[in-house]
């Protein structure tokens, strides 16, 4: 099911860095009340904070039905798909998400002792206060120091899993005129998938095909790594068959990252240029990236013009996501460069 696009909340002054507004986050925490007057201000501090109809809890113990949803989240791919929830860990990362206006929060978990940031006072999901146990528990950590905040957010509207039963309908809605396609082929690490997909999103890429054999781009360490990418950009699960079907129906030019060196038996490998790059301008790619371990999968190689990054000394390749930014942003959509050229 497609979800509406949340309002994004007013934001608080420019001159504060994310890291700012954590310090200043955790410097309100609420002191123990010393007398019943001082206890009735906080009360009604924190309840100015809420808005009508949001509700606000207290969970204290690991066993609770709410905290084993979140843990299911966390490490159920399968879970956080039927339930069209996943979890994000974190101050910061909620801040940029929530700004970005991509994404709605269902709740909102906090410390004890914590105050709701300003930039969330508008949200309309419950807000939770857990303890220290329970906040560990949820993600994951031992230390609760970089885990004040955690937040069930929905499924954003831009993913579609080919697998379902609607898959191929939502597709032509996410994609229907699309320049450049980063397609990843085994990606494992979620920290390399959720860069790439920061990588494509900040290079004006339509979207990212993920083949079978990657990791979920929202597991939670997907998610830290793409910083809200992953809820803006369309993503799309499916395999070669859904893959070859699109690009041969969009007419797009297939290309692959491949090392130098041609160890898998393949040859004419092109090296990525500013020529080559220029003379792809106005055409419709696909960009498929291998595994860290295993490299391009067969297929790939099979159907795609194979395209190395030159490199001088020993080095035989480079890490997939310092590989994909220089590809993204060496083959970046014609209208991007155009309009870096103007403002320059």
Request: proline share 6%.
């Amino acid at each position: 099911m497609l979800l509406a696009r949340a309002p994004p909340p007013p934001l608080l002054s420019p001159s504060k860095s994310p890291a700012q507004r954590v310090r200043a986050f955790c410097r309100r925490r609420l002191a123990a009340p010393s007398t019943a007057a001082h206890a009735s201000t906080v009360a009604s501090s924190e309840a100015s904070s809420f808005r009508a109809g949001q509700k606000r809890k207290q969970v204290a113990s690991v066993a609770n039905p709410l905290v084993k949803h979140c843990v299911k989240l966390r490490d159920s791919a399968a879970y956080r798909r039927s339930c069209g929830r996943l979890l994000l860990v974190g101050l910061v990362p909620i801040l940029e998400v929530w700004r970005s206006g991509f994404a709605a929060i269902d709740c909102l978990l906090l410390l004890d002792g914590l105050a709701v940031p300003e930039e969330l006072h508008e949200l309309c999901g419950d807000v939770v206060y857990v303890s220290a146990t329970v906040m560990k528990k949820i993600s994951g950590m031992q230390s609760v120091d970089s885990t004040e905040a955690i937040a069930v957010m929905h499924m954003p509207k831009y993913f579609c899993d080919l697998n379902g039963d609607d898959g191929g309908a939502a597709l032509d809605g996410l994609l229907h005129s699309p320049r450049r396609i980063l397609v990843l082929d085994g990606i494992q690490d979620p920290g390399n998938l959720g860069t790439l997909i920061r990588s494509a999103c900040a290079f004006k890429w339509d979207g990212v095909f993920l083949l079978p054999s990657c990791c979920d781009p929202f597991n939670e360490k997907a998610l830290r790594a793409a910083r809200g990418a992953s809820l803006q950009l369309p993503i799309v699960s499916g395999n070669w068959y859904d893959l070859r079907a699109f690009m041969t129906e969009r007419g797009m030019k297939m290309l692959a990252g491949h090392p130098e060196s041609n160890s898998d038996g393949s040859d004419g490998t092109q090296t990525l240029s500013k020529e080559l790059a220029d003379s792809l301008m106005n055409e419709s790619l696909c960009l498929v990236l291998g595994s860290e371990g295993n490299g391009l999968s067969e297929e790939t190689v099979q159907a795609c013009e194979l395209v190395s990054i030159p490199m001088e000394g020993i080095f035989e390749s480079l890490n997939v996501s310092v590989a994909g930014g220089i590809f993204l942003f060496m083959l970046r959509p014609k209208q991007q460069i155009y309009s870096r050229t103007l403002t320059s």
